[in-house]
């Protein structure tokens, strides 16, 4: 799988919902999570690599392997928190973004089992990372005009060396 980066058109655009979760789906997630380990990620949403659809997956030390699959955030706490954040799709550029702690979050794993699970701390954070990309929004879009176009800026520079 090839995951593609800013500038592409499919990371503005927003994801459809999985009518059937078969093996199709399951060989597909087992190839993001692959992709997203040798991408050295700790999440990747389907759009990353060019599939329109309502599917995440997630991974970092201390956790398991993660599959969502037509997730739906339930609640979300008001308590906020300030994290820096980096994408897949925007290679080497990070910003502060502000999320809330703790979310409730329903999905399907890649057997088709529903599941409801709390999360706080980076588990939190990345969940809401990919489903900003399940929406068609980046990481970069919650910072301010100025501090966006300045990175925006950041990364094209970094693209062309």
């Not at 999985?18 to 700790?42: C, P, Q, R, S």
């Not at 599939?51 to 398991?64: A, E, S, T």
């Not at 970069?140 to 990364?155: C, S, T």
Request: hydrophobic share 40%.
């Amino acid at each position: 799988m090839e995951i593609i980066t800013l500038g592409d058109e499919t990371l503005t655009k927003p994801a459809t919902l999985v009518a059937d979760i078969d093996k199709g789906i399951a060989d597909f997630t087992a190839a993001m999570l692959e992709t997203m380990m040798k991408g050295n990620g700790i999440g990747l949403a389907a759009s990353q690599v060019g599939y329109l659809k309502r599917i995440f997956v997630c991974h970092f030390q201390g956790d398991i392997p993660r599959v969502f699959i037509n997730p739906e955030i339930l609640r979300t706490s008001n308590d906020q928190e300030t994290f820096e954040e980096g994408c897949l799709s925007i290679p080497g550029i990070y910003a502060d973004v502000v999320r809330p702690e703790e979310i409730t979050v329903q999905a399907w794993n890649e057997k088709g089992k529903p599941f409801t699970i709390d999360a706080d701390g980076l588990l939190a954070r990345v969940i809401q990372h990919e489903m900003d990309h399940l929406r068609g929004v980046l990481f970069i879009d919650h910072l301010n005009p100025k501090k966006r176009e300045r990175v925006v800026k950041q990364y094209y520079r970094k693209v062309r060396v």
